[in-house]
């Protein structure tokens, strides 16, 4: 490279305005289709568990409390997500969602990618049951 063309690069990146951007302080605006976290509605969940078994990195597990009162909690790994959307495209119910405003998920500890959805009172009688519970027998039942 001739030291005049060098130069001249050097007084233009002065004059030129920087190309990156301020992230953590300047928040970027996401497109309307952008898939991030996933939200979900659990009345309008009829526990078809269509979107478990199209769900490609297993990352959902639908647990049923009582499928005649329509009780379900989601268990969401986040950690697990490719976040394909292919979860929220067969829900024939529509009580799925990706959001486009949750999506900044970085975290330091692995248990805040486990993220339970559903009513408070279900989430909280799946918990006590899991709490309760021998690990030998939920690993036997799994076998099964």
């Not at 060098?6 to 605006?29: A, C, N």
């Not at 486990?114 to 309760?132: C, P």
Request: net charge neutral.
């Amino acid at each position: 490279m001739k030291f005049g063309t060098m130069l001249r690069d050097v007084f233009e990146s002065f004059i030129k305005k920087p190309v990156t951007q301020g992230y953590p302080v300047e928040k970027v605006v996401t497109s309307e289709h952008f898939r991030g976290k996933l939200i979900y509605n659990p009345s309008a969940c009829t526990g078809c568990c269509l979107c478990t078994k199209d769900c490609p990195s297993n990352a959902i597990e639908l647990i049923t409390i009582d499928r005649a009162a329509k009780r379900f909690v989601l268990k969401y790994h986040m950690d697990r997500c490719v976040f394909c959307g292919q979860c929220v495209t067969n829900c024939k119910f529509k009580c799925m969602g990706m959001s486009n405003q949750d999506w900044e998920l970085a975290a330091l500890k692995k248990e805040s990618f486990e993220v339970y959805y559903g009513k408070e009172d279900d989430i909280a009688t799946f918990l006590e049951s899991i709490a309760h519970s021998n690990p030998v027998d939920t690993i036997e039942s799994a076998e099964k």
